[in-house]
């Protein structure tokens, strides 16, 4: 028996299901989704259980300036650049119990496997827990993989603050404060390859009936953030000559920019998820409104053209009040390396499972890591596509063969001299 099929037969299902029940009971909202907001309380008692697991086989933790978490598996050549795998933790505030954290515990799994049967890789192989994917309590998300990448200035991310006020570089040093035990290491350092396994947030796979997606890129994504700035006044009394009303401004520029956006085929992605009112009270005239815009596209030139509409349609309908954008951030459209993505289909393929070569709507840690190192990633399905949603639910079937596909091919690229 090849080494490969003795370290993807101790893949265990049972254990990879109750891990993920057992992590979805740190942050549950107690209507079956997970609230575990990026640096929180909820996120330090998760990486507690993340490292207790780690400790029953001796993986040896590892933090890094932006709070990006790993568990290394030592190999024969400890002083290679290792294979990494992994995803994050943190979830949205409606979150599932298995957007991100599929990957990391699917990693925690291949790594038991590999050492419930003694297998010594050339490379070694670490877990990863990036900080920050979602960008829900800090914006923009991604954050641990885009420092990490240098493509963030670690000094601005740390900057960043929530809406009570507290910064990214507080809660990392909460973190670590909490985590004294664990060692600090570089950003940056040498990766020989990159693999996210991620359940697909999207209906293809369940309906094209197969269990894999060799992921073969991901759709470009421009995030901005929207400020529209009016005059708070008397409700009663204040003449509409005289209203600087931001809410009714950034209500026609959302409306204006959906018509402008809109795309009859359903290919362009365009949502306004957050929307904040000041003084947000029934009397008194809006003075000021921040939205967000998420907007994405597979073509990068069609994204460009999109995303550049944005501020002369806000400027256009601005009425009385003025309004800023800001654009967070610009992510490329991108494709993985044909050679990752034929590993994973011969691997798919040597252990009979079925795959399907597809693109990722939805953004991931991977977008910046590929940037470093040979990326893939693998996708399982999820019930009815459904995801950023408390009532995001996998198969533990298919949890099981997404890390079997994940063992057999962190292993070969782990075997790369
Ligand atoms: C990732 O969470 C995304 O919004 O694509
Ligand atoms: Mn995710
Ligand atoms: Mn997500």
Excluded at 347 to 355: F, M, R
């Amino acid at each position: 028996m090849s080494s490969i099929n003795q370290v993807v037969s101790q893949i265990n299902q049972a254990r990879l299901w109750e891990r993920h029940e057992r992590l979805a009971e740190i942050g549950a909202t107690g209507r079956g989704g997970v609230n575990r907001q990026a640096l929180s309380k909820e996120e330090i008692l998760a990486r507690k259980q993340l490292r207790e697991w780690g400790s029953v086989i001796g993986l040896v933790p590892y933090s890094d300036a932006i709070g990006n978490f790993f568990l290394r598996y030592p190999g024969e050549n400890g002083d290679l650049a290792p294979v990494v795998t992994g995803s994050h933790i943190d979830t949205q505030p409606t979150g599932g119990r298995f957007d991100g954290s599929f990957g990391v515990l699917a990693a925690l799994e291949v790594i038991e496997a590999m050492h419930a049967t003694g297998y010594r890789p050339h490379r070694s192989v670490e877990l990863v827990a990036w900080t920050n994917e979602e960008g829900s309590r800090f914006a923009p998300g991604m954050m641990g993989s885009a420092v990490f990448r240098g493509q963030r200035e670690l000094d601005a991310m740390l900057a960043i603050r929530d809406s009570d006020g507290v910064s990214v570089g507080e809660s990392v040093a909460a973190i670590r404060s909490a985590e004294s035990e664990v060692c600090e290491r570089p950003l940056g350092f040498s990766l020989a390859a990159y693999i996210e396994a991620h359940i697909e947030q999207g209906p293809i796979l369940e309906l094209q009936r197969k269990v894999i997606g060799v992921v073969s890129g991901i759709q470009g994504k421009r995030v901005f953030r929207v400020t529209v700035d009016g005059e708070e006044n008397h409700a009663g009394t204040s003449p509409r000559a005289m209203r600087k009303d931001a809410l009714v401004a950034a209500v026609n520029m959302i409306g204006a920019l959906h018509d402008a956006i809109y795309d009859s085929e359903d290919v362009v992605k365009f949502t306004v998820g957050r929307f904040e009112v000041r003084p947000n009270a029934p009397s008194v005239v809006p003075a000021a409104v921040h939205f967000s815009i998420d907007l994405r596209h597979p073509d990068d030139a069609v994204l460009q053209r999109l995303g550049d509409r944005i501020e002369p349609v806000c400027t256009q309908h601005q009425g009385p009040c003025t309004v800023a954008v800001k654009e967070l951030s610009n992510d490329p459209a991108l494709e993985f390396p044909v050679a990752v993505r034929d590993t994973i289909r011969a691997i798919a393929k040597d252990l009979s499972i079925s795959y399907l070569d597809m693109p990722s709507a939805a953004g991931h840690d991977a977008r910046h890591i590929n940037y470093l190192c040979p990326t893939g990633m693998i996708f399982i399905p999820c019930e009815g596509g459904i995801s950023h949603n408390e009532a995001e639910s996998c198969e533990a079937e298919h949890l099981f063969e997404g890390a079997r596909v994940l063992a057999g091919t962190v292993m070969r690229l782990a075997e790369m001299t």
